[in-house]
């Protein structure tokens, strides 16, 4: 009974410990403590930390089961990324283009569905799978392009959460990504985040410019 009750009190006191390491950001950055969800995602398809709110709803911040065993640098890095949501209007007027450019990218794929359903469209057969498969990969491309253009947003932010809390943003992102392996290139342009390297990149660029005032 001891053995089975071990691993869940580990993971209550991992839980504990991220949100005491979100809380400490908060206060030091004089920023509002939002509530935290831990979230399942074992194929690693999401971002580790992220924010999410409904319509109506207090927005509030979801991590993953890996962000809770990940190191103190990986977690500094994705929780203050999303206090930048509280820390800056950058990240959320982002999201709200986001949106409108999600949609937008959606709108050759509606064109080419109602003309198929119509009749409107009589092309070759070769040249319609052509098509089929040219949308079939903008899609996922505009999708990820949005999506890492909101992290960065959130992200830029984030470093600024680090400064006011005393942290320096380049050394955490040097701790926290230096020893991952750069994805293949065909995968970068369907990632939903900067890489290892841009992160670093962004974090040491950041080091030498003026520190903005939180939002």
């Known amino acids: 009974m001891c053995a089975m009750l071990r691993p869940v009190a580990e993971d209550w006191e991992q839980e504990e410990a991220l949100r005491r390491r979100l809380a400490s950001l908060a206060d030091a950055a ?78 050759p794929h509606l064109v080419w569905a109602f003309g198929q359903l119509s009749g409107g469209f009589e092309l070759p057969k070769p040249v319609a799978i052509v098509v089929v498969l040219l949308l079939a990969v903008a899609m996922p491309l505009a999708v990820g392009a949005v999506l890492r253009r909101n992290q960065r947003a959130l992200e830029d932010a984030g470093r600024d959460v680090l400064r006011a809390a005393g942290r320096d943003p380049a050394a955490v992102a040097r701790e926290a990504f230096g020893g991952r392996d750069e994805p293949v290139w065909w995968n970068r342009a369907f990632d939903i985040e900067p890489t290892p390297a841009q992160r670093i990149a962004a974090a040491e660029n950041h080091q030498i410019r003026p520190q903005q005032p939180l939002f």
């Open 30 to 107: 004089r920023l509002p403590l939002p509530a935290v969800e831990v979230v399942p995602d074992r194929k690693r398809r999401k971002v580790p930390a992220y924010v999410k709110g409904e319509p109506g709803e207090e927005p509030h911040i979801h991590v993953t089961e890996h962000l809770v065993t990940a190191s103190p640098a990986e977690q500094d890095w994705h929780l203050a990324a999303c206090l930048g949501w509280w820390a800056s209007p950058v990240p959320r007027r982002r999201f709200n283009e986001g949106r409108v450019l999600a949609t937008l990218a959606l709108v």
